[in-house]
Structures are given as C-alpha cells and as structure tokens.
C-alpha cells in the first residue's frame, strides 16, 4: 500500500518559471532571483528553476560553468529562497564534484538541484541519476557520460505542504523514481528538465502525464525558455498535471511562469475513485519502494 500524505499538509500554488538562460552567469542568477520574486508577489508557495538554470545546456559548457556545491549558484539560490520566502527547487547546474565522490571511471561532475525551504536551509540535493545518452537517427545524438558522473539516491524532500519527489530531466523517463516517491508519501514529483526539439514535441507532455496517472500524484516540469540561437534548443512548455493526468498549466516555448493550484483533496478523490494503490498485487510482482534510501 503508498503511502499517505500527511494530515497536516495542504494545499499550495506552485511556480514553474520558465527561464532565457544565457551564456551570462551572472546575468542568469539575476534573472532567476527576479523571477522567483515575482513568481512570490504572486502567490506561489513552491517555485522551481529549470534545468541548467544559470548556464547553457551541454557537455561543452559542463566544465566552465561547474561550482562546488556550495559555490555562487548555491548562494544565490539560497538568497532567493530566503528573500521570496518560498519553497525553491533550484533547477539544476553543473557541480565540481569533490574527489572523494567522483568515480576514477566517470566524470568530474554532476548535473545537480538543490532545494531550499522559506528559511533559505537546504533541505535536498538531487544528482541526476539517469544520464542523457542517447542517439536519435535524423534527430539528436547526446552523451552526457561523456563528462558527468552519475547520481545514486532518490531524493525525497519533506516541507510544510507534504513531501515533494525531486528529479532532473532524463530521470522522468524510468517510472521507478516516481514510484518510489509516491509510495513514500509525496504529493508531487518536480522535475527540472531541457527536452529538446526532437524529444520534447514527442515525449514530454506524455511523460508528465504518465508519472502522474501511475502514481495518482501530481507532476511538473521546468524546462528553460526556447532559444532558437542555441547549440541546444530547449523545447520549453514547462507543464504542471494533476493526478487524473490534466494538465492544469502549461506555456509554449517563450520566457514564462506557469502558475498552478496543487490541492491535495484530488489525489485523495483520485484515489477513491480508482483505487491502484491498494490493489497492488505485491505478491505477484515486487514493489520497487522495498529498495528506498
């Protein structure tokens, strides 16, 4: 049986702010923290930063832009947090992996989120664990492994409206990390992501929508906005989805902030209506949340 949400969470409006990220840092941090302010005049409670938030997507760009983990991004994110008073999934940016993390056989870096509560503490840190290596004939051919290391944890983070499941971009497409979040109580799976042009038009709305009706959770993505100029093209339309698979937010590919409303009253109506999550048949197959750490 999942897991419920706690009785003392509630409902919150969420944030998805859908970035022109430059090859500007500085430019790009200021950007963010203008956003996210906004996003908090608002009304957003949880905001969220896109993936590669403060510098341009690729393994070209990975080593120039890495920080450690508490470097300027980091303390930017905090600030942010802290200033607008919100929940913040900082997106994610490439880090400097320290040496005593970093397998000898891999990269020196990961692709990272943080997360930061209205304090402006870091409550989780989120290492993408699936890298993007894929080939596309005619379309997209990436390798991510090429340069960064790998993730090993599901990240779970606990706020005052429930628990939220993090992941990044490549993550959505393995249905186990969403699974194990929705088991351990989350409300909502929030993935930071930069589909592409190839990718995105196929896949990325049907991914959203996918976790969110196997989990009866709600889902989002925060992709950066569309840059036609770029080595990668972003295919934006960050999108929230609610437990029955509506999408209940969504914008195209320009610099946006999706707004919704994330009531905690319809993943409970959705599991009453269609009960999935007691009639798991564990006894057939094995449940994948056993493994949680």
């Known amino acids: 049986m999942a897991a419920t949400a706690s009785s003392t969470a509630r409902s919150f409006k969420i944030a998805l702010v859908q970035l022109l990220v430059t090859a500007n840092k500085q430019a790009n941090l ?10 908090k005049k608002n009304g957003a409670e ?3 930063l896109p993936e590669c938030f403060n510098s341009p997507y690729g393994t070209s760009h990975f080593p120039k832009y890495a920080e450690l983990l508490d470097g300027e991004s980091s303390q ?5 947090a802290k200033d607008a008073g919100v929940y913040l999934i900082g997106g994610s940016f490439p880090e400097q ?15 990272t989120c943080t997360v930061w509560d ?12 699936h890298l993007f290596d894929i080939s596309v004939p005619g379309g997209i051919t990436f390798k991510e492994s090429e340069v960064l290391s ?7 983070v606990d706020t005052i409206f429930g628990k939220i499941g993090v992941g990044i971009c490549y993550d959505i497409r393995f249905p186990e990390l969403a699974m194990i979040a929705a088991r351990q ?9 930069a589909f592409n042009m190839t990718t995105g038009p196929l896949h990325w709305e049907l991914l959203l929508r996918a976790r969110a009706v196997d989990n009866q959770i709600y889902t989002a993505a925060c992709s950066p906005a569309r840059d036609a100029g770029a ?8 999108s929230v989805v609610d437990p029955m698979g509506a999408v209940i937010g969504t914008t195209d590919g320009k610099e946006d902030i999706v707004y919704a409303d994330v009531d905690l009253g319809k993943i409970a109506s959705t599991r009453q209506a269609i009960p999935v999550t007691t009639q798991r048949r564990f006894d057939v197959y094995p449940d994948v949340s056993a493994g949680f750490r």
């Open 30 to 39: 200021s950007l963010a923290r203008t956003r996210v302010l906004e996003a």
């Open 46 to 48: 949880v905001v969220v």
């Open 76 to 80: 930017a994110l905090q600030s942010m």
């Open 97 to 111: 992996a320290p040496s005593s993390t970093s397998s000898p056989s891999k990269g020196s870096f990961f692709n």
């Open 118 to 129: 209205p304090t402006g503490a870091r409550i989780g840190v989120h290492r993408k664990v």
């Open 150 to 156: 790998a993730g090993n944890k599901v990240t779970v």
């Open 185 to 193: 109580g989350c409300v909502a799976m929030i993935y930071p992501g």
């Open 231 to 238: 080595g990668y093209i972003a295919y934006g339309h960050s």
